[in-house]
């Protein structure tokens, strides 16, 4: 009976207008109903404060802090003239900055949204400008932000590492040569379309001077640099790491703001305050619409965990005698299809829980599992007809949905084709948490 949690929430979802996180919570309780387990409501308070009293997720307000910090700073001009002067002379090289400033920007803010928005309203007018058709421009932008959830610091990975029990740090190594993976297929993708769509670059195209643009850069660079060393070489924790990036995060606001050109040193702190100011108060908001959602899978977890329904999907998969690999090959294609109309951190809610559990007692390793999870259901964001991404990269560029959509579709079956090699290759997810004592 915890199907009808699924049932009533697609069809409140599409047919009304109430927040995602309400009509799952109410549609969980009316499950508990409909099963004759209404008895168990008296301990849900207690049962769901139990569930979201969980240290890690002490890290997730820190690192949507840092990265709105870091969004709102000046730290986006700096990494992409740090990536034109890596990638630049390429033929098609604000295509290739592009990618490489989304890699910037995911090892710092860890969310798609946030990086498709900066990367939108920086990139995407130049590169206009510069001759590139506006459409591949977008579309370029809607799917390299899929790197924001992949390449550590994660929200969605915290969440998934707190709903299934996984070591978040785990996943943070594990996102890194995926992410890295990913970010290739990307890049090879446009160094295809610079060739098929004549896309201006090449030797003369003018380059920032060299050290000042490094010098500007390595402040920003400082904050992957201490998350993902002290992370992987187990100095800290991930929520020390987020603490950490907070407080370098504000130290290179501060850097930023006394080094513009011609604004007064009063003026400069001026403006640093009333952004610092905005980016607490965003991610109080954030970090308040999170854990609102959290609430509401602590609800269906409970509810899913007394129907023993992932027993009795495992034991169905086993009566099929489908493999450990054919089990993860089928919800992966199933995650996609419900990505295309589903919002990611829901889909987390509603089927990670119901599906996982059995890829797990097949032999799936938890940390690919949760990694190879994470990606798919970030391509989701970026796939019609309901692509979150989309709908913000669109409003942002003018561009209208239809055509992004459609011009999305090479770059969303690349996204495809490197999610399956990720599937079919667990050492690549794995190699590094190994490597960093993580996992065996």
């Known amino acids: 009976m915890a199907w009808v949690a699924v049932i009533i929430f697609v069809v409140a979802t599409l047919t009304g207008g109430a927040a995602i996180a309400y009509v799952t919570g109410a549609a969980a309780v009316l499950s508990f109903l409909a099963a004759d387990q209404a008895r168990h409501l008296a301990i849900l308070p207690q049962r769901v404060l139990s569930q979201l009293d969980v240290f890690t997720f002490l890290a997730m307000p820190l690192f949507i802090l840092a990265g709105e910090m870091m969004s709102r700073g000046g730290i986006t001009r700096a990494l992409i003239d740090l990536a034109m002067l890596i990638v630049g002379r390429f033929r098609g090289g604000l295509g290739h900055v592009n990618v490489a400033t989304s890699i910037f920007m995911s090892s710092m803010s860890g969310s798609a949204v946030a990086d498709a928005a900066a990367t939108t309203s920086a990139l995407v007018p130049e590169m206009s400008k510069r001759g590139y058709p506006l459409e591949y421009a977008t579309a370029l932008t809607a799917a390299s932000s899929v790197l924001g959830p992949l390449i550590p610091p994660s929200v969605v990975m915290i969440f998934y590492g707190a709903l299934m029990n996984v070591s978040v740090a785990a996943l943070f190594a594990g996102g890194i ?67 950490l990036a907070v407080v370098i995060a504000g130290i290179t606001g501060v850097v930023y703001a006394l080094h513009q050109p011609g604004v007064a040193t009063r003026q400069a702190l001026r403006d640093y305050v009333s952004h610092l100011n905005a980016a607490l108060e965003r991610a109080a908001l954030l970090t308040g619409a999170i854990f609102v959602i959290l609430f509401a899978a ?37 995650f996609l299809i419900m990505g295309t109309f589903m919002d990611n951190m829901m889909a987390m809610v509603l089927l990670v829980p119901l599906l996982i559990p059995a890829a797990i007692a097949g032999g799936a390793d938890p940390v690919h599992v949760g990694v190879v999870v994470c990606l798919n259901l970030t391509i989701g964001l970026v796939s019609p007809p309901v692509g ?47 490597q960093a004592g993580f996992i065996q």
């Open 177 to 243: 040569l995926p992410g890295l993976l990913v970010a290739a297929g990307l890049f090879a993708y446009n160094a295809y379309a610079a060739v098929r769509l004549d896309l201006p670059g090449g030797r003369d195209t003018q380059m920032p001077p060299v050290l000042p643009t490094v010098a500007k850069a390595v402040p920003a660079l400082a904050v992957p640099a201490v998350m993902l060393g002290g992370i992987v070489f187990g100095l800290v924790t991930p929520t020390e790491a987020a603490a």
């Open 298 to 334: 602590a609800i269906f977890g409970y509810l899913v965990a007394i129907q023993n329904l992932p027993q009795q999907i495992a034991a169905l998969i086993d009566g099929l005698g489908i493999s450990g690999v054919g089990y993860l090959l089928l919800i992966t294609v199933f």
């Open 388 to 434: 979150g991404v989309l709908m913000v990269v669109s409003a942002m560029s003018g561009v209208s949905y239809l055509k992004l959509a459609w011009a999305i579709l090479p770059l969303f079956l690349v996204l495809v084709v490197m999610l399956f090699v990720l599937v079919l290759f667990p050492e690549i997810t794995l190699y590094i948490p190994r």
